[in-house]
Each structure stands twice: as structure tokens, then as C-alpha cells.
């Protein structure tokens, strides 16, 4: 199994930043990818950014592409999420996750972290 521990949500005005880390222990050598996601209030969780365990590939959802950037550090097995100029509708509950898959499919995503809450207030 692979634990994943979120951090450095809360609140902040909009066109502020946070930077959302996650890091991961226990089996991580069957880790192909990570990802964030984000759940709304009412709404269902989402596709946010993902990249992969070894190389530099990055994926974003069309929403967050260019305020956003996922980044990884392998010797601490963190990835972070930077979160520029951020908008009331980035409001959400973020999750990291990880899929032993090339997937960025929301099901296809093995184990979850607990979530932080970053809230962007106008």
C-alpha cells in the first residue's frame, strides 16, 4: 500500500498562491503516476494535474493550465502543487492520489490522501 499525506491548504484572497505538497511512503516503487485532484462543495471531484514518477511529463486540466504546476521531489517522495493566481472557483477540497497506470481518469487512481482544503476567498 502507498500512504499519501496532504499539505499547505487554507484560505487566501483571490490572485494569492499556495502550494499544496503531498508525500507518499510505503510501497511507492509500483508508482507510475501521481496526481491532484479536487472535489467542490456539490460537485463531483475532478481532474486538477498529474505527472509521472520518473521523467518530466506533466498533464493540467484546461482550467488551472498555466496558474498551476505540479512538481515532484523523488529523494523526499513529495509532490507539490503550486497554485498561482488563484480564482473563488478553485475552492475545493484537494486530493493527491497514485495509479500504477498511465491514467489521468479519476478511476484509475489506486490510493488517496485525506485531502486539504484551500479556500479563495473574493
Known amino acids: 500500500q502507498v500512504q499519501l499525506v496532504e499539505s499547505g491548504g487554507g484560505l487566501v484572497q483571490a490572485g494569492g498562491s499556495l502550494t499544496l505538497s503531498c508525500a507518499a511512503s510505503?510501497?511507492?516503487?509500483?508508482?507510475?503516476?501521481m496526481g491532484w485532484f479536487r472535489q467542490a462543495p456539490g460537485k463531483e471531484r475532478k481532474f486538477v494535474a498529474a505527472?509521472?514518477?520518473?521523467?518530466?511529463?506533466?498533464y493540467y486540466a484546461d482550467s488551472v493550465r498555466g496558474r498551476f504546476t505540479i512538481s515532484r521531489d523523488n529523494a523526499k517522495n513529495t509532490v507539490y502543487l503550486q497554485m498561482n493566481s488563484l480564482k473563488p472557483e478553485d475552492t475545493a477540497v484537494y486530493y493527491c492520489?497514485?495509479?500504477?497506470?498511465?491514467?489521468?481518469?479519476?478511476?484509475?487512481?489506486?490510493?488517496w490522501g485525506q485531502g486539504t482544503q484551500v479556500t479563495v476567498s473574493s
Open positions: 505527472m509521472r514518477w520518473t521523467g518530466n511529463s506533466t
Open positions: 510505503g510501497r511507492t516503487f509500483g508508482v507510475y503516476m
Open positions: 492520489a497514485t495509479t500504477s497506470k498511465a491514467t489521468l481518469r479519476e478511476s484509475g487512481y489506486d490510493y
